[in-house]
């Protein structure tokens, strides 16, 4: 006889096995699941955060660049301001010199060395000068003559010249004479004063 079993074959239930002392079993599957969802979304809070952090460092590090690029060209601007003094004084350094160099060439044309040149041919052997003033333009002459005769040859020569211009004259037509020895003989001489208006130099 054959028998049927008709209510199917009853399955054993499946053994979660024991890992390391660990029941499987035991465990609650939904607080595990729950968990996993608490941290992956408390690690993109942390993300978020940390994001919106690195943003902000970046802006405010693009602020400091811009800053210090603005630093950087007042320093260039400080450079060329220093470049641009030091070019002012050289130029001025320059200028000085051609002002030296100026007031020289203006001293040369003033100096009365042709004058005094000339008064010397003009003097003769029988007048002598004492002093010599040459000032703004104006020449004094202090002298002694063995007679008034040689004072006016002289003072004629002198107007002659194209440095006074016929200006020359004694001063207060004044001529004082003294007698004095020489080489042991009484000589009256004429001391006199003149003087004359420089109208060239040259």
Excluded: C
Excluded at 3 to 20: C, E
Excluded at 79 to 100: A, H, S, Y
Excluded at 103 to 130: C, M, T, Y
Excluded at 176 to 201: C, D, L, P, Q, W
Aim: without cysteine; proline residues 1%; aromatic residues 8%.
């Amino acid at each position: 006889m054959i028998k049927i079993n008709l209510l199917g074959v009853k399955k054993d239930k499946i053994k979660i096995p024991i890992v390391m002392g660990m029941d499987f079993r035991a465990v609650s599957w939904t607080g595990i699941i729950v968990s996993i969802i608490i941290y992956f979304g408390a690690q993109e809070g942390i993300n978020i955060y940390y994001g919106q952090e690195i943003d902000k460092i970046k802006e405010k590090t693009q602020q400091e660049e811009l800053k210090f690029k603005k630093i950087k060209k007042d320093i260039s601007n400080h450079e060329r301001i220093k470049n641009m003094l030091n070019e002012f004084d050289v130029k001025k350094e320059q200028l000085k010199t051609k002002t030296q160099h100026v007031s020289q060439i203006l001293e040369n044309k003033s100096n009365p060395r042709k004058i005094l040149e000339r008064l010397a041919r003009d003097i003769g052997n029988d007048l002598w000068f004492k002093v010599i003033r040459v000032q703004n333009n104006q020449i004094n002459i202090s002298g002694t003559a063995y007679n008034y005769h040689s004072i006016g040859g002289f003072i004629a020569r002198a107007n002659e010249s194209k440095f006074f211009g016929g200006s020359f004259k004694i001063l207060n037509e004044e001529v004082k004479t003294e007698s004095i020895t020489v080489k042991g003989k009484a000589t009256n001489v004429e001391h006199f004063e003149a003087e004359g208006k420089i109208i060239s130099y040259e």
